[in-house]
């Protein structure tokens, strides 16, 4: 009785975060003027490709630097028409979603349970709309996580070197997209070398000369400018800043997202080391994510968007970890045997509340309220 009560509060938080999130895109989506720098930077930059000019120009004071992976695509969408602000949103929205569609995945995968499945994808939509930017607003971050989670995936459960080899395309692409993947790149490669075989030599190959074949083709094609935006701004803003990565573990890690941080660590105390095996690739990925918003944090172009990956990945690890810890201390040896649902059911709805708690309720209020007709 009391698993059937929780599982049913676990299903109404999810449904509500699937509400919040919904109900707030569609306050955000169809307003017709730019509402973050990023976003007018990127509708600036796909017009240009659109008449055939381009992409970069000398960049205006305080202007935020761009990768070419966002306008390049809305630019594809747009065709021979100029690019229209809700064409920039629909990708936007479009990659949050399946963010959260993939990491729903990834746990039924790793986890075998729909329900925390569910509850997994959920809380990333929650995380995305509102511990970063609001829900459809478009930011590059978004589609940057689709694609290295589409990798990660194909690395995980495609086996021998062509799996590391056809994974490395999207994450190599994901770079061009936001450099926060090249974390992600780090990542994949500690954890293919941790596995000691060929796979580790095929991706490093591949992702190597897919982005050095990226970075010149970049060079050559998008004007001058490309070196700046890529690599001169971010590096000319870089700045210490001692608060930032207290703030980040303080605030975002250990308050908003505790529930799934404390999974993580606990998961560091047993015999089968959370980093190891094919399974361990997702702890990788995580640590680089986090190590990743640290260095975010040391930027003067700094924005809260730049923790998305960060939020994202512990929103995935956490439910895993928290699986394997609770089998574990249900009495078995064996980590991957079925037990201590209870306690993860209960964990999950600590996790929603610790994230609505965070939120301002200005923010999710107002979602609430528009579920409800004459509200």
């Known amino acids: 009785m009391f698993r059937l009560a929780l ?9 509500l975060a699937l509400t919040l999130f919904i109900t707030s895109a569609r306050r955000y989506v169809p307003r017709g003027h730019t509402v973050d720098p990023v976003e007018a930077s990127i509708l600036e930059s796909a017009a240009r490709l659109v008449r055939h000019e381009p992409m970069y120009v000398e960049p205006v ?7 070419p992976g966002f306008a390049l695509c809305v630019a594809a969408i747009a065709g021979d028409l100029p690019p229209e602000l809700w064409q920039v949103r629909a990708l936007g929205l479009g990659a949050t979603v399946l963010v959260a569609i993939l990491v729903a995945l990834i ?13 997994g994808g959920s809380l990333t939509l929650l995380g995305q709309g509102f511990l970063a930017s609001p829900p459809g607003i478009a930011r590059p971050e978004s589609l940057m996580l689709a694609l ?7 690395i995980r459960h495609v086996p021998g070197a062509i799996g590391a080899l ?4 999207p994450l190599a692409a994901a770079v061009f997209v936001e450099p926060q993947a090249a974390w992600f790149v780090l990542g994949a490669a500690v954890s293919l070398a941790l596995e000691r075989n060929r796979r580790f030599a095929a991706f490093a190959l591949t992702a190597g000369l897919l982005v050095a074949a990226g970075y010149i083709a970049s060079s050559r094609w998008l004007g001058p400018w490309f070196n700046f935006e890529a690599w001169d701004a971010p590096t000319q803003a870089l700045q210490f800043r001692a608060l930032g990565p207290v703030r980040f573990v303080g605030d975002l890690l250990l308050r908003t997202l505790g529930v799934w941080m404390m999974a993580a660590l606990l998961s560091f105390s047993m015999a089968t080391e959370p980093w190891l095996g094919r399974s361990g690739i997702w702890m990788c990925m995580g640590i680089s994510a986090l190590v ?12 809260p968007e730049a923790f998305l990956p960060s939020i994202v990945l512990v929103l995935l690890v956490g439910p895993l970890m928290i ?3 609770t089998r574990h201390l249900a009495a078995w040896d064996d980590p991957d045997r079925p037990g201590g649902e209870n306690v ?12 609505l708690a965070a939120v301002p309720i200005e923010r999710w209020l107002p979602g609430v309220l528009g579920a409800w007709p004459g509200a």
């Open 7 to 15: 599982r049913v509060l676990v299903m109404l938080a999810s449904l």
């Open 61 to 67: 004071k305080g202007q935020p630097p761009l990768m």
């Open 107 to 119: 746990v039924q995968l790793e986890c075998g349970s729909w329900m925390l499945a569910f509850a």
């Open 148 to 154: 290295a989670l589409l990798a990660i995936m194909t």
């Open 166 to 169: 056809l994974g490395a395309i």
């Open 292 to 303: 990743g918003g640290l260095v975010a944090t040391q930027s003067r172009a700094f924005a």
């Open 323 to 325: 699986q394997r810890v």
């Open 344 to 355: 993860v059911l209960a964990a999950v709805l600590l996790q929603f509340a610790a994230i």
